[in-house]
């Protein structure tokens, strides 16, 4: 199914059961979307918040507690509890890191911090993330602000993504560091060149997905049947 992509201005769970917005959006209790784009099914966990500015894929989904923000987010994404992708930085070469410089709510109980002049907060002030689709994060992950995770990668629980992500490696540590990759260099050049997580979820209906070779031809089948060409037999692709 092809779907719209919605645009949230503010939503908020504020009951104890989940909640269900446009059909498709499923928000836990304490799950907030401000000033976000989702392009179909997606769900958030306990407390979670996506948003402001956030681009969110279909059938992605972040675990309890995450927060993202000002990111672009790929489609087929399982994301961990506690993972946080932005994070806003504070200023290190400034007058001070603190906050009473550009902030106004934080201390606004207090007379003079009121009536303090401080910066406006302006878009040169912050970066993006970019996470592609299919990843998969593991439990306290954190995406710092301006890194990029390719298309199927791995982070594991803990890590702390500094620098780019390649698509499909594996990365641990604080900071984060390639482990290994999930499959050889051709099934990647394979599956970057399908890619299979633009399909309609209905063409991926019983696919052989333990046998990844196997799933490939068939995708390979599919893209070649909706361009409207004859599929490359095994021993052609083999040959070239």
Known sequence: MIYDTIYIEREENTTKVPLTLHGVIRLKPGARILTSRLNGPARLGLQTQIGPDVEFGRYSGMNDHGFVGRATIGNFCAFGIRNSFNPFNHPTDWLSTHEFQYLSHTFDWVDEY????????????????????????????????????????????????????????????????????????????????????????????????????????????????KAGERPLSTERRQAI
């Not at 299919?134 to 993504?161: E, F, K, L, Q, R």
């Not at 696919?207 to 490939?216: G, Q, S």
Request: proline share 6%; aromatic share 8%.
């Open 114 to 225: 009121n009536e303090f002049v401080r910066l406006e907060r302006t878009p040169d002030m912050f970066q993006r993330v970019t996470i592609g689709s299919d990843v998969w994060t593991g439990h306290h992950v954190n995406i710092m602000p301006g890194a990029s995770v390719g298309d199927g990668a791995i982070i594991a629980a803990g890590a702390v993504v500094t620098k780019d992500v390649p698509p499909y490696a594996a990365v641990a540590g604080v900071p984060a560091r390639v482990k290994r990759l999930r499959f050889p260099e051709k099934t990647i050049e394979r599956l970057l060149r399908l890619r299979w997580w633009d399909l309609e979820l209905s063409e991926l209906s019983g696919l052989p997905f333990r046998d990844i070779d196997r799933c490939l031809d068939r995708i390979e089948e599919i893209r070649s049947r």
